[in-house]
């Protein structure tokens, strides 16, 4: 029988081994501290969100996006939206300003005053 990586799904080298590296070893270590998930709950939410919930980034080593404040679990989402977020704070109204001053700018080169 072939030993996949629970985190990843590459092919783990050796018999004794659950991981197929550090990097996925310590990912699910980090899983299991701060999202109390156990590999076959996190290996659901791969299923349910395969994919970045927000650019459709299909990768491997998606975040695990959480409320900050309640801890509940909201999906998968790549590194570079999950970063977004957190300089957002999470806030709606910050986003859709940011949304507003993007629009406003649309097709057009910023002009220097």
Avoid at 32 to 40: A, E, F, S, V
Avoid at 78 to 100: H, K, P, R, T, V
Wanted: hydrophobic share 30%; glycine share 8%.
């Amino acid at each position: 029988m072939i030993n996949t990586c629970p985190m990843c799904g590459n092919i783990v080298k050796g018999k004794s081994r659950t991981f197929c590296n550090s990097i996925c070893a310590q990912y699910a270590k980090t899983i299991r501290r701060y999202h109390k998930l156990t590999p076959d709950a996190f290996k659901a939410l791969q299923k349910q969100y395969p994919v970045c919930a927000i650019c459709q980034y299909p990768g491997p080593k998606l975040c695990v996006d959480h409320d900050h404040r309640t801890g509940e679990i909201r999906g998968r989402i790549c590194n570079g939206c999950n970063s977004g977020l957190g300089f957002f704070e999470d806030n709606i109204g910050y986003l859709q300003a940011a949304i507003a001053y993007l629009t406003t700018f649309q097709g057009e080169t910023a002009k220097v005053v």
